[in-house]
C-alpha cells in the first residue's frame, strides 16, 4: 500500500492519503463515480481485492476475486464520463487502463457503469 504522502497510483496528481486511500481504507466513500474508478484501479494497483469485492453493485459482483500478481497497472486515463456526479444516481466512466504483464505492455479500454445507492457509488458492469 502506498505512503500517504506517496503519489496516488490513479496518477490524478494527488497524495494518496487526500486522494484513494481514504476510500480503500473505509473512511470515506467516493462522492462521484469518477471517484470510485480512480479508487477501484489504485486497488488494482495496489492488490486490494476486498475493497474491489465491496465497491462492486451486489447484481453483479463475483463471490470471489483472484487478482493475478503478474499483473502490473501502470496509468488511469478518463477519457469521458455520463453523469456520475454527486447528485446523479448513475453514471458511465470511458477509461483507459495500462499495466504490463508476462505478454508485455497492454491497455484495457471500457466504458464502465456505475449506480448510487443509500449514498455509496458501486461498479456494476462494463457498458455495451
Known sequence: MPSPGDRCPCRS???FGACCGPLLDGRA????????MRSRF???????????????????RPASLELDPGTTWRSLEIVATEAGGPFDTTGVVEFIARYRDADGAGRLHERSRFVREAGRWRYVDAAG
Open 13 to 15: 496528481g494527488e497524495v
Open 29 to 36: 466513500a467516493a462522492p462521484t463515480a469518477v471517484q470510485l
Open 42 to 60: 489504485t486497488a488494482y494497483a495496489v492488490g486490494a481485492d476486498a475493497y474491489l469485492l465491496e465497491s462492486w453493485h451486489p447484481s453483479t
